[in-house]
């Protein structure tokens, strides 16, 4: 397919029941698949505490299926590390991208770093203890270290104290940030620090590049989707799965990861009748 993108601007979609979705991506008839998958919001609700969400036996046998097509290759695109991811899907046979795209592992089971540089072990130590440091003794805090980022959710804080403790934590770790080419990102009762130019738009075009014969498809969640859906944008199909209609990147919108689950459930059996095209080597 081309890969001559389109500039992207920012839309409200409304939203599209699952079937309804399936029957207006009527190319896949012709074309294999690519299907990149955010984890946490996309797939599975978000939770309080990350590692309460756990996928449904129902969406384990969906992807499991789905990962068996030869026509249709699955890669998760996750802020969470790949060893995390692995151990949430116990799938096989597909691309697992971590870290907003810090390390990849493909097909194989090789796992690769995407960043240069130095360990970022140092800079995530500083960012704990400064985060820690803004948070006192106010409950409901929660800090995430990763391999390759660090991340401060308040989903369990009071309302009322989060802007203070984050306008802090801003204030403290500004000159970090310059200092070691980092950036802040906001999510869902989350705020996370990752190193610059690393993000899922980046990802997403390596995917591009390797798989030109394949139709990407992309579903997400969360202000870091939005780089993916840009880099997407006029070369192929973006999803937000939200509840209600925003402003995005992206040119579909499905309610919920209840919803993610049905459609990627008529696209299981749409392959298995053979209504995409016949097997394509990977």
């Not at 089971?109 to 130095?118: D, P, W």
């Not at 780089?227 to 944008?233: E, M, W, Y």
């Not at 919920?256 to 009748?273: A, G, K, T, Y």
Request: hydrophobic share 35%; net charge negative.
């Amino acid at each position: 397919m081309s890969q001559q993108s389109v500039k992207a601007s920012l839309t409200k979609p409304s939203l599209t029941p699952p079937l309804a979705l399936w029957k207006d991506l009527n190319l896949f008839e012709t074309t294999p698949l690519l299907l990149m998958l955010d984890y946490d919001g996309t797939v599975v609700p978000i939770q309080d505490k990350p590692e309460l969400a756990r996928p449904s036996s129902s969406l384990r046998s969906t992807l499991k299926a789905l990962s068996q097509q030869k026509n249709l290759i699955i890669a998760f695109v996750s802020g969470r590390d790949i060893a995390d991811l692995k151990s949430l899907l116990s799938l096989e046979g597909i691309y697992y991208v971590g870290g907003h795209g810090a390390e990849m592992e493909d097909l194989l089971g090789n796992r690769y770093s995407l960043t240069s540089g130095a360990s970022p072990a140092g800079w995530i130590d500083i960012l704990h203890q400064e985060a820690c440091y803004c948070i006192g003794s106010h409950e409901g805090f929660l800090l995430e270290r990763k391999k390759t980022s660090f991340a401060l959710h308040y989903r369990l804080a009071s309302p009322s104290i989060v802007p203070v403790v984050l306008q802090s934590y801003r204030d403290k770790i500004q000159r970090l940030l310059e200092i070691e080419k980092l950036e802040m990102v906001e999510g869902k009762k989350v705020v996370e620090v990752r190193p610059a130019r690393i993000n899922k738009g980046s990802s997403v075009k390596r995917f591009l590049e390797r798989y030109p014969e394949y139709h990407p498809l992309y579903l997400g969640d969360d202000r870091t989707d939005e780089d993916a859906f840009q880099a997407l944008h006029g070369l192929g199909t973006t999803v937000l799965v939200s509840d209600i209609p925003k402003l995005t990147y992206a040119e579909y919108c499905l309610q919920s990861p209840q919803e993610v689950l049905q459609f990627l459930q008529i696209l299981s059996m749409r392959c298995n009748d053979g209504s995409n095209q016949s097997p394509v080597s990977t």
